[in-house]
């Protein structure tokens, strides 16, 4: 089993999702380790999460923490691949380091699609993932449009505007590398609401 796309499940904060994205053959997953976030990721408890999965790279995510500090904290995370941050100022510090970087940008109007798409290739250039999120944009023709040009310059993960029926659609007229969904919390201990992750991952199975 494979999925279409190359997929990252981001702030995973419980053994349920963990589990289940593990076994979906996703290809990253993100753990938040912003002390003082409501979903922040423990050394000891992701240890005792990761021991249980197998096949897929970890993702250390990071708001605003200097990167002198987040040296420091991902050393108490063996495993960890990649650094998601979020200050563009920040990657100049850390590019150079044994990690692959993610800069997220949240995205709150069309004018900073515009500068993304000015910078995309300096990106490129130094390897580094760019992931687009939004709680706002409306993901229409126009911003499709921007996103397949930043898309074209580097690589790009798509983190909103998807959902189960239009994500396949999403993909092939962007040409985005993939996509970036989030985990959730628990219900309660071992029992989790899996719909729209489980909606969006399904239809990206490849069939047998």
Not at 10 to 31: I, P, Q, W
Not at 104 to 125: N, S, V
Not at 141 to 150: A, H, P, R
């Amino acid at each position: 089993m494979a999925l279409k796309t190359f997929v990252k499940i981001s702030t995973v904060n419980n053994l349920s999702d963990a589990r289940y994205c593990a076994g979906m053959y996703v290809d990253l997953m993100g753990f938040n380790l912003e002390e003082g976030s409501k979903d922040f990721m423990s050394a000891e408890k992701y240890k005792e999460l990761t021991e249980w999965l197998s096949g897929l790279k970890y993702v250390g995510e990071f708001e605003s923490t200097h990167p002198d500090s987040i040296l420091e904290t991902v050393k108490e995370y063996p495993g960890l691949s990649y650094v998601q941050i979020t200050e563009e100022a920040h990657l100049q510090m850390l590019v150079n380091t044994s990690y692959q970087l993610i800069l997220k940008q949240e995205i709150q109007a069309m004018g900073q699609l515009e500068d993304l798409a000015g910078k995309a290739a300096t990106y490129r250039e130094n390897n580094i993932l760019l992931l687009l999120e939004s709680d706002n944009l409306e993901f229409n023709e126009e911003v499709s449009q921007l996103v397949k040009d930043i898309a074209g310059k580097c690589d790009l993960l798509l983190g909103f505007g998807l959902e189960a029926g239009v994500v396949e659609t999403i993909i092939n007229q962007t040409g985005i590398k993939g996509i970036a969904l989030k985990g959730g919390d628990e219900i309660k201990p071992g029992l989790k609401d899996f719909d729209e992750l489980a909606d969006i991952l399904e239809v990206l199975e490849e069939e047998d």
